[in-house]
């Protein structure tokens, strides 16, 4: 059982007096598990919670939603991956501890809104957010994608070229080692 949801009846009356983004990581998440429990929102009415969720904040209060977010399980995450909206995949996906296969295909999955302009430097923080777990991983969704036809007409596309950036990273720092980031 996950640490914090344990003592769930001590706080009862500030979890429901309090406004959604007045609580603690662990109290935003465990309302969410409600929800998502209750079915009471649906995943596009979840999306703004999320976004409220991953808003930027201190340093003790990103270890908190770090560790609150890693004691999901799996199941529970993928929801969270799947109401998130395409801008927040990334941040999301850098919570999960030990991302599977299924984590990066919901990532991979996530449409580009048609008024985004810059389509490719969003599916680029997918690819490097991936890829920053495990560069085998991205390899595998990514051919599991193509080849069960799940991907988008222009996910080869985008893919291959994000395929060239990679080269050219290992050329450039073969080149010029110290310069790594």
């Known amino acids: 059982m ?9 706080n009862n009356w500030l979890e429901r007096c309090l406004p959604f983004v007045s609580k603690s990581p662990e109290m935003k998440i465990r309302w969410l598990i409600g929800v998502f429990r209750k079915g009471i929102l649906s995943q596009e009415e ?3 919670y999320i976004r409220l969720l991953l808003a930027e904040k201190s ?3 990103q270890g908190q939603l770090r560790k609150a ?6 199941e529970m995450q993928y929801r969270f991956l ?6 927040d995949t990334p941040k999301l996906f850098a919570l999960c501890s030990n991302p599977t296969l299924r984590h990066a295909e919901i990532a991979l999955l996530k449409k580009v809104p ?4 810059k389509t490719q430097f969003i599916l680029d923080k997918i690819f490097y957010a991936i890829r920053d777990h495990s560069r085998g991983m991205l390899e595998q969704a990514a051919e599991l994608l193509i080849k069960e036809g799940k991907a988008s007409a222009n996910f080869r596309d985008n893919y291959s070229r994000f395929q060239e950036i990679l080269q050219d990273e290992e050329f450039l720092l073969s080149l010029y080692p110290k310069a790594r980031g």
């Open 46 to 48: 979840i999306t703004p």
């Open 114 to 117: 048609p008024y985004e302009k």
């Open 2 to 10: 996950i640490s914090f949801l344990k003592n769930k009846k001590t």
């Open 69 to 74: 977010f890693r004691e999901l399980d799996a």
């Open 82 to 87: 799947e109401a998130a909206d395409i801008y």
């Open 59 to 61: 340093g003790e209060e």
